[in-house]
């Protein structure tokens, strides 16, 4: 069996490495004429993005790159503490949460899966599927070039040119309310506990910061907008002024950080998926956020795609043929995957609070913390565990 993976990004990668592990050939397809090292900014990797990272014996390189994040200490802009919650839950050999650059995850999990013998081709850009023949499925490139597999796994992101093609009424990503940025600047003037992210939830917007033992200070913030700027207005607007003057005023210091960072990143709308009706037909499925993008908020998108990939080289693995496997893998994955996407845009939403919902949000964060996302409180999310030698029963 031939699986054609559209997408090189986290998610394309793992599902490789899991499907060659399952006896099953990967070939990956990128649309991106060069790899993507150097593009984005970091994110979080959570303990069961990790421990699923494990499974694959993929995991050591990606501890060794990032710093680990094991709490979360929650701000107001006034400088009142809300409260502190885990981020993610301790694995039983003590590994926690990390924070990594993105491009050195990208290219962690390429090497590993190139080290396993998966091929990637770049400049790949998917336009078409046929399955007009039904032993075999067809993906037609921009170049004019084909491929040939049994399957067809779509690992091509929130803008998923699969999910279009094998739902044409397929809804596309929904606006969180948000624009991110984020950067990594070195000053001796920014302080903080090394292992803890500091979530401030500013007066007009919400900004983010964790200090790692070498002194540098890891920073992403959000800017509420109504309107979803373009990509043309994201791309030309001047916003390290826009977001010093956001955050003056707050009780901490966000401003400061902003103002010395050498530049505040690429500027992007945060987005996540609606529930997606249609994740297989035929030959094709969907992982990662092309079936369920989830906003950054969580901190799961990457976890939740090297989980997909995992079960569903697993579902093929034991099931008798893609149909069975491929029902099979929807239902362990889609309740799950839905329940982060909804419990992340909570998280959005409440950065992106108006002046009545902002006081009310301080005034009950607090509660909603010790009740709500305590350690236990969050298991369900954090302690998620892939068996790989457990089979996969129809």
Known sequence: MKALIIGCGIGGPATAMALRRAGIDAEIFEAYTVTADNRGSFLNIASNGLDALGVLDAHRDVLAAGIPTPHMEMWSGTGK???????GLRLADGTVSHTVQRSDLYRIVRDQAAARGVPVRYGKR???????????????????????GDLLIGADGIRSRTRAILDSAAPGPRYAGLVSFGGIVKDPA???????????FGRRAFFGYTVAASGETWWFANLPMAEEPTRDELDRTD????????FSGDANFSADVIRASADVGAAFAISDLPPVPVWHRGRVVLTGDAAHATSPSSGQGASLAVEDGLILAKCLRDLGGHSAAFAAF?????????????YSRTISNSKAAGPVARVFRDLMMPVFLRRSAGAEGLAWMYRHHIDWDQPVAA
Request: charged letters at 35%; a positive charge.
């Open 81 to 87: 503490r809300l409260g502190r919650v885990a981020n």
């Open 126 to 148: 998917l336009i078409d599927i046929d399955q007009s023949d039904p032993r075999k499925v067809v993906a037609r490139f921009d170049d004019g070039t084909e491929a040939v």
């Open 190 to 200: 920014f302080t903080g506990e090394p292992g803890v992210y500091n979530m401030i």
């Open 239 to 246: 916003w390290k002024p826009i977001l010093i003057d956001a």
């Open 330 to 342: 929807e239902k362990q994955r889609r309740a799950r995957a839905e329940r982060v996407v909804a």
